[in-house]
Every structure is written in C-alpha cells, then in structure tokens.
C-alpha cells in the first residue's frame, strides 16, 4: 500500500455463479479525509467471509446489498490515523466495516475500539473475539441450546466459526462430529480440537458415515453449508431436534435461485424438528457476553482457532475464492497493511 | 351395524400413492369381550385424518405404524357397552383411539371421558373440543407465537385445523389470510368467518395472490400442506417469521420420497425464519387449557365450525379420500353408530 493513495476494490457487476473476477474492479483513488466528527482509520486485516458472496447480489437479503459502484463492504480492524472524535488518537486499534481497501473515512460512532488482552495477536479479534467468536456462541447456545449428552454435528467444522461452535460443544459435554473437505482437516477435528469423530464429506456415502458416528442420532445441527449435508442431517434427526441455519455457502454462487430445501422434509414434522435461521448481527448488543465467555476460554485452552492470513489487498478476490474451494485452513484474512 | 358381530378395517397391505383400497379390507368378526379392568366401547364417531395415510406407511414416524394385519388406527367417540372398570357405567360417552370397526376392546387407561355441555353436539368433541381444536391451539399459541397485528397466513383453510387456526388469530388481533380449494369455502373463509382475505390455490399464481392480500409480508405460517404453498409463502416472509409444520398433505402420498423442503430456502437464513414441526400429542397433558378456551370461544359464537359427517363404516376409505381431493367442507367424520 501506499501512502499517497487508496486502493479500493469496488463492485461494478452482480457476479454470476462464482465468476467474482468479473465484477470487482480494483482503483486506486485519493486518500479521504477524516470526516467531521469521525475518524480515518488505515485498515490492517480484511476480514473475507462467505456473506460477501452474499452482498454481491441483488436478492432481497438480511442487509442491503452493495450498490453497484460502492467500495466492496468487509469488516476490518484498524488502526485510527486521523481522528476528529473525541476519545479516539491516531494509533488506536478499532474494528469496523471498513471495506476492501487501504483507508476508510467512518465516523466514530460505527468503530468498536479494540483493548487488546497482552498475550493474544491482534488477528484473535477477527477470529474467536469477533463476529465469528459471537456467531460461533450465540448460534449454538442461544438458537440450537444443546444439552450435555446430545450429539451435536457441524458442517464446515474446520472453518472458521465451525471449529469454534464444536468446541464449544465439547465444553458443554456434548458428543461432536464434524464434517470437512479433506483427511487433514479432519484429523486436526479429532485430534487437536478434540471432535468425537470427524467425516471427509468428499468420501463417498454422507448418510452412512453421519450413522456411523451418530449411533444415537443427531440432536443439534449447524449449518453452515446447506445442501446435501442438510439432507442427509434429516435423514437421521431425533425428536426435538434442532437445526441452526448460520450458512448455506453451498448455494451462494447460485442464489438467485432461491436455494432448494432439504428432501427428507417430512422429518421435519415426524421428528418435532426446528429449522432456525440465524444472523449474528441480532445479538450485537450482548457481543461483550460472548467475549468474555471466549475469552476465558481461550486463556485456559479450552477453545483453540487457527487463522490463514493471506498478504495483500490485491488478492482479496482470490482469497474470497478459497472458502469457496475450501483451500484454506481457519479464518480467512487478508492483511492490508502492517501492525503498528 | 350389528349387535352380533364386528366389522374391522384392517391394513393388508402398505398402499402406493392414493390407491389405499389396495391396501384395506373389511372383515367381520365376533364381538370382543370387555377386558378385565377394561370397557368394550361402541364407536359412535370415527374420525379421518390426513395422518391415517401416514399410519398406514411404513416410514419412520411420530408413532408405530399400523402393522399389517392390524386393525386400521383411528380417534373415536363411543359409548360404553359393558364396563369391567371402577367408574365407568354402560351408556358412558368416551373418547379413544377405537379404530376402523364397530366396538373397541380397550383398557379404561385408554379412554377420556366425555362431559358434555347441554348445547353442544356430540361430533364437537371430534372437532374444536377434541384433537383438532387441541393442534389448532397448541400450534398457533405455543409454536406460531402471533402477536397483534401481525399477518398469518393458514393452509387447508377451510379444513378443520385451519378454520379453527384462522379464527383464533383473528381473536388474537391479527391478520389473518387462508388458503383453499373453491370459491364457496373461500367466501366461506371471508363472510362467515371474518378472515381478512382468502386465495383458492387452483386460482393461478400463489405469489401474486399473497402479495395482493398479504400487502406487509407474511409473519406466521400455518401450514397444513406442504409443497407448493410452503415456497410461495417463504419468498415473502418478514424478519422472524414463523412456520409451523402442522401437516404437508400434499406429500402424503409419496412419504417414501421424504417430501422435498421448500424452494427459496434461503429465505430462512436472510429473514432469520423458524420452521418447526408441531404434532399435538406431546401436548396431551395440556389439553384442558384448549379446551377451556376453546369452550368460551364457542359459547360467544367467536369460533365457528363445520363437521362433515358420512354415513357407515363401511364407506370409510372412500371418505378418507375425500380430504387429498378436497371434496369436503369441515372435520371430516364417520358415523358407525347411532347415538344413544
């Protein structure tokens, strides 16, 4: 990055399926201001998540979509170069929606200041300590509110908010099985995470395999994928089971298609089950909750996350690219600038 | 019917799709003894339920199966012929699962006693004051949650649960929407009723009509169907709306395929949607608090019903029928008997 300039990537197309490269247009523009009362603050880590998928289009959505034109949205942590806030100095750390480029002009009151703990990289505060940390807890404990003793499963168990939401299982003494795309990730599952069983997704018969490490049946699963995991999920639910849908990144590259529900629907009704859509932006206000809930847990070992930090502003199309491929391992991020 | 003998629908066989006279056969038999501790009950009422389809296919499901051989399963009202049970007399009404067939040899563990008020006719207690009234109760109060003001769109409209279901959420304060099968039972819905609208589902484009009477989105789904209806009313639901699974008739006939789940799933994720299926049973111990409620309603005319009584056991598989064709108006009953 460059001083002088502000590099930003924006939206110039709705994509279609995952042709993304066709509809994102990097330029390079003058360095904004601090607005009245707001700050200018130089991001440093880009968070890439599935949703942006998301904001690309123009379905009817949980926010509004990026306009055509507009800066590609993304949350980031910064740090504050100008300031013309009361309470905020150039060389405060903040987190906020700064969006995929070098520099954003925000006013103060859309920045969440970061006080980091002594002994934990500033990237944790993409990870467990922020919106996936809280996705991660408030889906599980507060939408699917599992017992101690019943099988959780998660999909997408080695990403981001799925290693986390297994984990957390765990700590709640729940039998865990969790599913990825590849003989590595389910063995960091099983043997680093401590998942009661892990299934490669890509090997063969789904339902046979969910039976197998399932004896008991399932009681809880988060989504995080849709389609033919969720289908096979249903085949084996117990009574009162419940299903949080976090994600359905297996549809996001055809959404203007509406995503088609499980079959095996008629569990839904036999079986008693609840099928629950979840954003985590509506528990914004007991984010400090979660925290230091993870917090704790993160101290102690309890709960354990990996991040894949990818350098460079310019490849954050590529890097939003592998959560689609699956190859990464962890949080996605992209780093912006260096740490101060 | 005869004094001397018993005639008894049992299952020989597990019926594709709609042709379950394939699959039941009228046999007479001797009338059974009254067990020890036990009753022999004439049944009076024998009620048809979409669920018998269910019960007569082999899925798992919210209870066994009919076996083959069995008698075919079914909710009577009946009157006590002889009684080898402390406190129950010759002449008592009762409630019971009583089955396809003249008398029912059953213990008086098994039976709810009817008191009937002076006003009401005895086929009530197959309708609002029975398991219908319960499930419309329990699934628009306990499951559907609607607030005033809200908009609730109902299934099966003018079937039994979903007369019922519209009405309460009109006493609620809510609006209220239904669907059905003919302009008689929609006008049926609107005059008589007071729902605030009604759309016959063979009328073309289910979208458009939910949008025309559904101006403010959707808020609360009861669905008694499934299928078509469920897609059309997902892709307009509001933020935290509800869908109660009460019934997807129109699967019924192809259970072994699952029943596929709605097309615009995605909805379930942006509008952050709940799906859960309801079925009254495991609100059995509840039952008086519905009818106590539903009591009054009935005294001050604020619910309204229909039955729609055919005569003779004899002709119960066709009557089942009639509820997949839609050929009915009302809790769709069976007379066996005569009341005493």
């Given at each position: 990055m460059s001083d002088q300039a502000n590099r930003v990537w924006r939206l110039t197309a709705r994509p279609?399926?995952?042709?993304i490269d066709d509809a994102l247009e990097l330029e390079t523009e003058a360095v904004p201001s601090a607005p009245e009362g707001g700050l200018l603050v130089r991001n440093i880590y880009l968070s890439i998540d599935p949703t942006h998928r998301i904001w690309m289009s123009?379905?009817?959505?949980?926010m509004d979509p990026v306009e055509i034109g507009e800066p590609m949205r993304g949350g980031t942590i910064g740090v504050v170069?100008?300031?013309?806030?009361?309470g905020f100095s150039p060389g405060d750390i903040v987190a906020c929606q700064?969006?995929?480029?070098?520099y954003v002009a925000i006013s103060a009151k859309m920045v969440r200041r970061i006080d980091r703990a002594?002994?934990?990289?500033?990237?944790a505060y993409m990870g467990p300590l922020g919106n996936i940390g809280a996705t991660a807890y408030f889906g599980l404990?507060?939408?699917?509110r599992p017992r101690p003793g019943e099988t959780v499963v998660v999909s997408a168990a080695a990403g981001a908010v799925g290693s986390l939401v297994g984990q957390m299982a765990k700590i709640m003494g729940c039998r865990v099985v969790g599913t990825a795309g590849s003989p590595e990730k389910c063995a960091w599952l099983v043997?680093?995470?401590?998942?009661d069983a892990a299934i490669?997704?890509?090997?063969?018969?789904l339902i046979k395999a969910l039976r197998e490490t399932c004896p008991g049946g399932i009681d809880v699963y988060f989504d995080n994928v849709g389609g033919a995991m969720l289908n096979a999920v249903l085949t084996l639910i117990n009574l009162n089971a419940r299903i949080v849908v976090c994600g359905l990144i297996s549809t996001y590259n055809d959404l203007e298609q509406g995503g088609d529900g499980p079959a095996m629907f008629r569990n839904v009704l036999m079986k008693r089950a609840t099928i629950q859509g979840f954003i985590v932006s509506d528990f914004l206000r007991r984010y400090p909750e979660a925290f230091a809930a993870i917090g704790q847990w993160l101290e102690t070992r309890l709960l354990q996350y990996r991040v894949d930090i990818r350098q460079g502003l310019e490849n954050a199309p590529d890097v939003l690219k592998l959560l689609f491929t699956?190859?990464?391992?962890?949080k996605l991020i992209v780093q912006v600038s260096e740490e101060p």
């Open positions: 279609e399926s995952d042709r123009e379905i009817d959505q949980y170069n100008r300031s013309n806030a009361e700064g969006g995929w480029q070098d002594s002994n934990l990289p500033l990237s404990f507060e939408i699917a043997d680093d995470l401590g998942f490669n997704y890509k090997d063969g018969d699956g190859d990464h391992s962890g």
